[in-house]
């Protein structure tokens, strides 16, 4: 069977060339397994194309210099929107824009979403308890001005990889506020607490609150 030629995906819009070390530490924080390939980079059914200068045009003339980062799939389609969510998060992390099915975006702007702890086993209330009060509903929670659900993972996001030998269907605690540092602080509390993991919207891992907020200009 002939290799099904590579399609066209999601980009992510730089300003500046990135570095090839840190575009790769990047990728790996929503997937631990990628890894060079030539100028590229591999990752779960995709390839994120080396950064290649690109007209101002691809932006509407939002950035003057652009270097474009494709993402592209090698075979199926990329399940769970993982080309998508890469080049976004992508475009986030190096103060970029996303541009996916013509459309320009900047993640950094983007209102909707937030963080998560992705779980290898749905936690009882008590667990939740020390940080989380329970709401009428039995799968939500508030936190002051924090509001958590308590839902199935869709999928399973590379980045929770190695959650997987314990479980095969996670759970996530997705939070939501107005303050993205309150926000990333408690994920990394209960996924010490739970043994979980913190990503941020695009399921790529979070280390430090601020890894919530846009890189400073």
Do not use: H
Request: charged share 30%; with cysteine; hydrophobic share 45%.
């Amino acid at each position: 069977m002939a290799k099904r030629r590579l399609r066209t995906g999601p980009t992510a819009v730089l300003p500046t060339k990135p570095d090839p070390a840190k575009l790769l530490r990047i990728v790996q924080l929503a997937d631990p397994g990628a890894r060079q390939d030539g100028d590229d980079i591999v990752a779960t059914d995709v390839r994120v194309c080396a950064p290649v200068e690109a007209a101002a045009e691809l932006t509407g003339g939002v950035l003057e210099k652009a270097w474009a980062v494709r993402v592209v799939a090698e075979g199926p389609l990329p399940i769970d929107f993982f080309d998508r969510y890469l080049a976004e998060g992508l475009a986030f992390r190096l103060k970029g824009l996303a541009v996916c099915r013509g459309e320009v975006s900047d993640p950094a702007d983007e209102a909707e979403g937030g963080p998560a702890v992705i779980l290898p086993v749905r936690p009882e209330t008590d667990e939740l308890a020390p940080f989380l009060e329970q709401d009428d509903e039995e799968f939500t929670f508030t936190a002051g001005e924090v509001k958590a659900g308590l839902v199935p993972q869709k999928g399973s996001p590379p980045a929770a990889a190695e959650l997987l030998p314990f479980a095969t269907e996670l759970t996530a605690i997705e939070l939501r506020g107005e303050e993205p540092e309150k926000l990333g602080a408690l994920a990394l509390q209960l996924s010490e607490a739970l043994n979980g993991l913190a990503v941020d919207r695009w399921r790529f891992r979070i280390d430090a609150a601020e890894d919530l907020v846009p890189p400073a200009e």
